[in-house]
């Protein structure tokens, strides 16, 4: 800011802050001063008085006083907000002074002055003291700006309820009697057929008598915003209700707003009125956030923001403001009712919403892993609340005589059974686990619900995905098949309940590798969960993430990357997680089918999107992480991609019990980068722990352990341990066999490539006739099943070729190394990787000892540098390489090139 | 890499204030902006063209499409700010050039015609927007944050304590800056721009 500049404007403000004779005074004292900067300000303060700058002004904070709007004289603004502007407005004819609303009009909003109009009638009808009059309606059109115009009775002395229950220090039965006129008025509209649509603090106005009156009664309809609008346009407006607004109204669909919808506006006003704060916060949040969180999160209870209020008020409270209709009154009747009934201290109809209903909300959102210590806290808060429910046990034995036993309640009674379990002795300096809780609850909730099957199901169905969260997979199996059968055999569980259910189940056998009973589990929940109302709940996408996983153990590659872009285009809009965690798999997918290039944009995708929807521990992101640094290893990026493991290992470690499968997937590629680092023993140690935990999870026919024990074959290899290589190497071609027989299949390219790897152990230990027999027969089992052109035999076919090199059979060796190296070469992502330039070394080698020296040296030379850039010359294949450029150069005679690659060996 | 996630990326580097991402970041607006406001009239050619709902649609789009937060927001409507007043003013220029008659064509393109209409519908409440367009150069040569301040009014519809909070004041000051800035302006406008200038100059 230019010093002049500042000097204006401080002796602008310093006049402004004056009147009458002190301002003249400051002003000619001013003059005498300095002329030109008082020249200025008198220009300013002149353009100040004439009030021309207010075509500045944002559309809708135009002043439009004195201007006359269908027969009303505009006299003051009274308030703004994003739907429109109130003025205080007189009437000739009769004469009175009114509410006129301007609603401005919006790009697509319907403006048609007979459907106003039509409305308004229908408005006008609405005769109740508590509501405020609608005296007509209609468009208007006023320099400009065009819109709709209501006039309203006019409230003297009008406050919002809640301003006025905190200045006038209203006590709780004061309190509870604005809302429950606030309920008649409404319900007075519903009998007429009107929803009010926006039921607000704003919106129930107090006058200066103490007599309330609901305003803005349908109007929000009647402008045709909530009809015509997008929710985008309504933005303005949006943010003055998010702090009160239902789940339905969030989602924009007009038809789902019914009579609930204004039970709940009417149960958030009375949440503030009685807990004191909002029923959430929206100050300072994005408006995005704000949306996604009405979609995600419930209510906090009324009693976790005031633990004061009486149990059954709040339970009434919470009832009235629950996110799903289904839950709420049916009618604002039944929660006037309801509210009469604890005032007259009778026992009240609503019943708590189950806390496992809640956790399992929780565990929703949070597939297939959970953190301990967040539900932790939600046992905990409820367990406060159960306690807080004993105290109360004398006046709850006898509401008990009255009230039916119903699901819900025998669902909360089992619950308190359920942590009396753990409570207070054995929770007494131990940390009790949600592992420990479901213990409890599995040995006593079949015996304690075998009569209420409906209860039994929902109990059980919510173990089981809780065990699966927490990736106790046996016993999330068990209790699911059975709530599926208790379901089944009474028809006790709704459709979508059972097929969320049966898609747990889906993944839970997934995860167990009994691929067939998770493919037909998860086909049968899928149609169900795709046609639910809201899928953007996770049900669906994880469905579907898990039938991906069934496709990748059964080589189902192109089924597998269909389902994973099915995510992306399903979860696109809603869970940018379950987004996340389709491009991680991706990214995995991409990985094993070597195109590299897609695993790095996929790997480095997921991790971003992840990153920047949630929280910095959850599992999703792990994942993500454990993808991309697969993808970075594979690139060579060992330091970046030990950067992602190491945030991973910590975080997955912080969150998942020990023996979970993800958590054990993390530790094996944390193995794998340690070999690629060359610290074998602390790979080795890795590997054998992860061999362990896979046998004791999954069994002795389990791919994944197959797989483990492969990886661990070799490094026990480059150990020189080849008594323990060819243990483990056997073992992982027999636990393969068995997963292959168990399938009524012999062959399959992972075990070809165990035999291969068992072979290469021979190899080292100096048996190379035995060597090529293993790696022959591994090569029989892949041309079986794989493409001629398939990467992974290029792999078998340069391990064939080198023993064959080093058992000095040049002749039956090169065939081999010259199809490996054209597989490599032909491949679109391996086409420039130090993979396919070591091949072609290996053929320059094997050519050179057959003395066809142009040839070799074409290959040598053309792959060395490849090599070297992604391995190092510290790298044993490195090593390999130089060494044949030796004797190529030994070969030609070519003293100078000779003496420089010798100077590259290392121990030279 | 898709647009969105461009335009994520350049809205987080200029939330932290770096200046090259928000230049970098206007033509992205730019474009959706123009898109969106074509988007809006198919079909209701007479709907009036509401530039402070085009931002916020735009804004909501972006918003729900990604996971974008508070400090985005701000950059966003700071950038969206600019982008309509620079649509609006040119908009502006070139319906003056077609008045004085020396224009190529007659008849405006589909899209100029949404855009003359915005004009309208902002000069129907007194505004010049060539002049102010003057002004409000001069304005963010002695007093950037008070020009910021209008465009994110004028141009963005940001009520008040939105327009504090993007330009990180409190909402007093920011009130203050509205009080001068419009008086300033009206001065600079009805006198033509150039009286003041031998007052608060310009730098060369």
């Given at each position: 800011?230019s010093a002049?500049?500042?000097?204006?404007?401080?002796?602008?403000f310093g006049?402004?802050d004056?009147?009458?004779?002190e301002r003249?005074?400051?002003?000619s004292?001013?003059?005498q001063?300095d002329?030109?900067?008082?020249?200025?300000?008198?220009r300013?303060?002149?353009?100040?008085?004439t009030?021309d700058?207010?075509?500045?002004?944002?559309?809708?904070e135009?002043?439009?006083e004195?201007?006359d709007?269908?027969?009303?004289?505009?006299r003051?603004l009274?308030g703004?907000?994003?739907?429109?502007?109130?003025?205080?407005?007189e009437?000739t004819?009769p004469?009175?002074r009114?509410?006129l609303k301007?609603v401005?009009s919006?790009p697509g909003?319907?403006r048609?002055?007979?459907r106003i109009r039509y409305?308004?009638?229908?408005l006008a009808?609405l005769d109740h003291?508590?509501?405020?009059?609608?005296?007509g309606a209609?468009?208007?059109?006023h320099a400009?700006l065009d819109g709709?115009w209501?006039a309203?009775?006019?409230?003297?002395?009008?406050?919002?309820v809640?301003e006025f229950?905190?200045?006038e220090g209203?006590?709780?039965e004061a309190r509870?009697d604005?809302?429950?006129?606030?309920?008649?008025?409404?319900?007075?509209?519903?009998?007429?057929g009107?929803?009010h649509?926006?039921?607000?603090?704003d919106n129930l106005?107090v006058?200066?008598?103490?007599?309330?009156?609901?305003?803005?009664f349908g109007i929000?309809r009647?402008?045709?915003?909530?009809?015509d609008?997008?929710?985008?346009?309504?933005?303005?407006?949006l943010?003055?209700s998010?702090?009160?607004?239902?789940r339905?109204?969030?989602?924009g669909?007009?038809d789902?707003i019914d009579?609930r919808?204004?039970?709940?506006?009417l149960?958030?006003v009375a949440?503030?009125?009685?807990g004191?704060?909002p029923?959430?916060?929206?100050?300072?949040?994005a408006?995005?956030d704000?949306?996604?969180?009405?979609e995600?999160d419930?209510?906090?209870?009324?009693?976790a923001?005031s633990?004061?209020?009486?149990?059954?008020?709040?339970?009434i409270?919470d009832?009235?403001?629950?996110?799903?209709p289904e839950?709420?009154y049916?009618?604002?009747d039944?929660?006037?009712?309801d509210?009469?009934?604890?005032?007259?201290?009778?026992?009240i109809l609503?019943r708590?919403t189950?806390?496992?209903?809640?956790?399992?909300?929780?565990?929703?959102?949070?597939?297939?892993?959970?953190?301990?210590a967040?539900?932790?806290?939600?046992?905990v808060?409820?367990?406060?609340?159960?306690?807080?429910?004993?105290a109360?046990?004398?006046?709850?034995?006898?509401e008990?005589?009255?009230a039916?036993r119903?699901?819900?309640e025998?669902?909360?009674?089992f619950?308190r059974?359920?942590f009396e379990?753990?409570?207070p002795?054995r929770a007494?300096?131990?940390?009790v686990?949600v592992?420990?809780l479901?213990?409890?609850?599995?040995?006593s909730?079949r015996a304690e619900?075998?009569?209420y099957p409906?209860?039994?199901?929902e109990?059980?169905?919510?173990?089981?995905q809780t065990y699966?969260s927490?990736?106790?997979?046996?016993?999330?199996?068990?209790?699911?098949v059975?709530?599926?059968?208790?379901?089944g055999?009474?028809?006790?569980?709704?459709?979508i309940?059972r097929?969320?259910?049966l898609?747990a189940a889906g993944?839970?056998?997934a995860?167990?590798g009994r691929?067939e009973?998770a493919e037909?589990r998860?086909r049968?929940?899928?149609p169900v969960?795709?046609a639910?109302p809201?899928t953007g709940?996770?049900h669906?996408t994880s469905a579907l993430?898990?039938?991906?996983?069934?496709?990748?153990h059964?080589?189902r590659k192109d089924?597998?990357?269909?389902l994973?872009?099915?995510?992306?285009?399903v979860a696109?809009s809603a869970?940018t997680?379950?987004v996340?965690?389709a491009h991680?798999?991706?990214a995995a997918?991409?990985?094993?089918d070597?195109?590299f290039e897609?695993a790095?944009?996929?790997?480095?995708l997921?991790?971003?999107?992840l990153?920047?929807?949630?929280?910095?521990?959850?599992?999703?992101?792990?994942?993500a992480?454990?993808a991309?640094?697969?993808?970075?290893?594979?690139?060579g990026?060992l330091?970046e991609c030990r950067?992602q493991?190491?945030?991973?290992l910590?975080?997955?470690?912080r969150?998942?019990?020990?023996e979970?499968?993800?958590l054990?997937?993390?530790?094996?590629n944390?193995?794998?980068?340690l070999?690629r680092?060359?610290d074998?023993p602390a790979?080795?140690e890795a590997?054998a722990a992860?061999?362990?935990?896979?046998?004791?999870l999954?069994?002795?026919a389990h791919?994944?352990?197959?797989?483990?024990?492969?990886?661990h074959?070799?490094?026990l290899?480059?150990l020189?341990e080849h008594?323990?290589?060819?243990?483990?190497?056997?073992?992982a071609v027999?636990?393969q066999g068995?997963y292959?027989?168990?399938?009524?299949?012999?062959s399959?390219a992972?075990?070809g490539?165990?035999?291969?790897?068992?072979?290469m152990?021979?190899?080292?230990a100096?048996a190379p006739?035995d060597?090529?027999?293993?790696i022959?027969?591994?090569?029989a089992?892949?041309t079986r099943?794989?493409?001629?052109?398939?990467?992974?035999?290029?792999s078998?076919?340069t391990?064939?070729?080198?023993?064959?090199?080093?058992?000095?059979?040049?002749e039956?060796a090169?065939?081999?190394?010259?199809?490996?190296?054209d597989?490599r070469?032909?491949?679109?992502?391996?086409?420039?990787?130090?993979?396919?330039?070591?091949?072609?070394s290996?053929l320059?080698?094997?050519?050179l000892?057959?003395?066809?020296?142009e040839?070799a040296r074409?290959?040598l030379?053309g792959?060395?540098?490849?090599?070297?850039a992604?391995?190092?010359d510290?790298?044993?294949?490195?090593?390999?390489?130089?060494?044949?450029?030796?004797?190529?150069?030994?070969?030609?005679?070519?003293?100078?090139?000779?003496a420089?690659?010798r100077?590259?060996?290392?121990?030279d | 890499m898709?647009?969105?996630s461009?335009?994520t990326?350049l809205?987080r580097a200029?939330?932290?204030?770096d200046r090259?991402a928000l230049?970098?970041?206007?033509p992205l607006?730019?474009d959706?902006l123009?898109?969106l406001?074509?988007?809006?009239l198919?079909?209701?050619g007479?709907?009036?063209l509401?530039?402070t709902?085009?931002v916020h649609?735009?804004?909501?789009?972006?918003?729900?499409?990604e996971s974008?937060g508070?400090e985005h927001?701000?950059?966003?409507?700071?950038?969206?700010a600019?982008?309509?007043?620079?649509?609006?003013v040119?908009?502006a220029?070139?319906r003056?050039?077609?008045?004085?008659?020396?224009g190529?064509?007659d008849?405006?393109?589909?899209?100029?015609?949404?855009?003359?209409?915005a004009?309208e519908a902002f000069e129907s409440r007194?505004a010049d927007?060539?002049?102010?367009?003057?002004?409000?150069?001069?304005?963010?040569?002695v007093?950037?944050?008070?020009?910021?301040l209008v465009e994110l009014?004028f141009?963005?519809?940001?009520?008040?304590r939105e327009?504090?909070a993007?330009l990180?004041v409190?909402l007093?000051?920011?009130?203050?800056?509205?009080t001068m800035?419009?008086?300033?302006?009206?001065g600079a406008?009805?006198?033509g721009g150039a009286a003041d200038?031998?007052r608060?100059g310009?730098?060369?």
């Amino acid at each position: 800011m230019s010093a002049d500049f500042q000097a204006v404007e401080e002796s602008f403000f310093g006049a402004l802050d004056l009147e009458g004779p002190e301002r003249a005074e400051f002003l000619s004292a001013l003059e005498q001063r300095d002329a030109a900067l008082h020249a200025e300000v008198a220009r300013l303060l002149d353009a100040h008085a004439t009030r021309d700058g207010e075509f500045l002004l944002p559309p809708g904070e135009e002043s439009l006083e004195g201007v006359d709007i269908a027969g009303f004289t505009i006299r003051r603004l009274l308030g703004a907000g994003g739907m429109g502007v109130v003025y205080e407005a007189e009437q000739t004819g009769p004469t009175r002074r009114v509410a006129l609303k301007l609603v401005r009009s919006l790009p697509g909003v319907d403006r048609d002055a007979a459907r106003i109009r039509y409305e308004a009638e229908t408005l006008a009808a609405l005769d109740h003291p508590s509501i405020a009059k609608v005296f007509g309606a209609g468009a208007f059109q006023h320099a400009g700006l065009d819109g709709a115009w209501f006039a309203m009775e006019l409230v003297q002395g009008a406050r919002p309820v809640t301003e006025f229950a905190d200045e006038e220090g209203l006590g709780r039965e004061a309190r509870l009697d604005l809302v429950a006129e606030a309920a008649r008025a409404v319900g007075h509209g519903h009998r007429r057929g009107v929803l009010h649509r926006d039921v607000k603090p704003d919106n129930l106005l107090v006058d200066g008598r103490g007599h309330l009156k609901v305003i803005d009664f349908g109007i929000a309809r009647a402008a045709g915003l909530e009809r015509d609008a997008t929710l985008a346009t309504r933005a303005g407006e949006l943010i003055g209700s998010l702090a009160t607004m239902s789940r339905e109204q969030a989602r924009g669909d007009p038809d789902a707003i019914d009579a609930r919808t204004d039970v709940h506006g009417l149960g958030a006003v009375a949440y503030q009125l009685i807990g004191g704060v909002p029923l959430r916060e929206v100050e300072g949040r994005a408006l995005a956030d704000v949306l996604r969180s009405i979609e995600e999160d419930a209510p906090r209870p009324l009693r976790a923001v005031s633990p004061g209020v009486p149990r059954d008020l709040a339970t009434i409270v919470d009832t009235a403001v629950d996110p799903d209709p289904e839950r709420r009154y049916a009618g604002v009747d039944a929660f006037v009712a309801d509210l009469e009934r604890f005032r007259a201290q009778r026992p009240i109809l609503a019943r708590p919403t189950p806390w496992l209903h809640r956790l399992r909300l929780f565990a929703g959102r949070n597939p297939a892993a959970t953190r301990l210590a967040a539900l932790l806290l939600v046992v905990v808060g409820t367990a406060t609340w159960y306690v807080s429910r004993a105290a109360d046990e004398t006046a709850e034995a006898r509401e008990s005589e009255h009230a039916a036993r119903t699901t819900e309640e025998i669902v909360a009674g089992f619950h308190r059974s359920l942590f009396e379990s753990v409570r207070p002795r054995r929770a007494l300096g131990s940390e009790v686990t949600v592992l420990d809780l479901l213990e409890g609850a599995d040995e006593s909730v079949r015996a304690e619900l075998s009569e209420y099957p409906a209860a039994l199901a929902e109990v059980l169905g919510t173990v089981g995905q809780t065990y699966l969260s927490l990736g106790a997979m046996e016993r999330a199996e068990a209790s699911l098949v059975r709530a599926l059968e208790v379901a089944g055999e009474t028809d006790a569980m709704p459709t979508i309940e059972r097929a969320r259910t049966l898609g747990a189940a889906g993944m839970t056998a997934a995860y167990l590798g009994r691929y067939e009973s998770a493919e037909e589990r998860l086909r049968e929940a899928l149609p169900v969960l795709a046609a639910a109302p809201n899928t953007g709940d996770g049900h669906h996408t994880s469905a579907l993430l898990g039938l991906a996983m069934v496709c990748e153990h059964e080589g189902r590659k192109d089924e597998q990357v269909k389902l994973l872009e099915q995510v992306v285009a399903v979860a696109n809009s809603a869970r940018t997680n379950i987004v996340g965690l389709a491009h991680a798999s991706l990214a995995a997918r991409a990985q094993a089918d070597r195109r590299f290039e897609d695993a790095l944009e996929q790997g480095a995708l997921a991790v971003e999107v992840l990153e920047s929807s949630g929280h910095p521990d959850q599992p999703d992101l792990a994942r993500a992480r454990e993808a991309y640094a697969g993808a970075l290893m594979s690139a060579g990026r060992l330091a970046e991609c030990r950067e992602q493991q190491a945030l991973s290992l910590a975080s997955l470690s912080r969150v998942l019990p020990p023996e979970h499968p993800d958590l054990d997937a993390a530790r094996f590629n944390h193995a794998l980068l340690l070999q690629r680092l060359r610290d074998l023993p602390a790979a080795d140690e890795a590997f054998a722990a992860s061999v362990e935990t896979r046998r004791a999870l999954l069994g002795d026919a389990h791919p994944r352990l197959a797989h483990v024990l492969h990886y661990h074959g070799w490094l026990l290899m480059d150990l020189d341990e080849h008594d323990r290589a060819r243990a483990a190497l056997d073992e992982a071609v027999a636990v393969q066999g068995r997963y292959l027989a168990g399938r009524g299949k012999e062959s399959d390219a992972k075990l070809g490539s165990y035999l291969a790897a068992r072979g290469m152990v021979e190899s080292r230990a100096g048996a190379p006739a035995d060597a090529v027999s293993f790696i022959e027969r591994g090569l029989a089992h892949q041309t079986r099943v794989l493409r001629a052109k398939d990467p992974a035999l290029a792999s078998t076919l340069t391990m064939l070729g080198t023993v064959l090199v080093e058992s000095k059979e040049f002749e039956r060796a090169l065939p081999h190394l010259e199809r490996a190296y054209d597989i490599r070469a032909g491949h679109p992502q391996l086409a420039g990787h130090w993979m396919t330039a070591n091949s072609r070394s290996a053929l320059g080698g094997c050519a050179l000892e057959l003395g066809r020296v142009e040839e070799a040296r074409a290959h040598l030379e053309g792959s060395i540098e490849v090599v070297r850039a992604a391995l190092g010359d510290g790298d044993f294949r490195t090593q390999t390489c130089i060494e044949r450029m030796v004797a190529l150069y030994e070969w030609t005679g070519e003293g100078e090139r000779l003496a420089e690659w010798r100077g590259l060996l290392a121990g030279d | 890499m898709e647009r969105p996630s461009e335009v994520t990326r350049l809205l987080r580097a200029a939330s932290t204030g770096d200046r090259v991402a928000l230049d970098e970041l206007f033509p992205l607006v730019y474009d959706e902006l123009r898109a969106l406001a074509r988007s809006c009239l198919v079909g209701d050619g007479a709907a009036t063209l509401q530039p402070t709902a085009l931002v916020h649609e735009a804004w909501m789009r972006l918003s729900r499409q990604e996971s974008l937060g508070v400090e985005h927001e701000r950059a966003f409507f700071g950038a969206a700010a600019t982008v309509m007043r620079r649509i609006l003013v040119d908009a502006a220029r070139a319906r003056g050039t077609r008045r004085r008659g020396d224009g190529q064509r007659d008849e405006p393109l589909p899209d100029e015609a949404h855009l003359a209409a915005a004009v309208e519908a902002f000069e129907s409440r007194g505004a010049d927007l060539v002049r102010l367009e003057e002004a409000l150069e001069k304005l963010e040569h002695v007093d950037e944050r008070k020009a910021r301040l209008v465009e994110l009014r004028f141009f963005a519809g940001l009520g008040m304590r939105e327009a504090a909070a993007a330009l990180d004041v409190s909402l007093r000051q920011a009130e203050r800056d509205w009080t001068m800035a419009r008086a300033w302006l009206h001065g600079a406008i009805t006198d033509g721009g150039a009286a003041d200038d031998a007052r608060v100059g310009s730098p060369a």
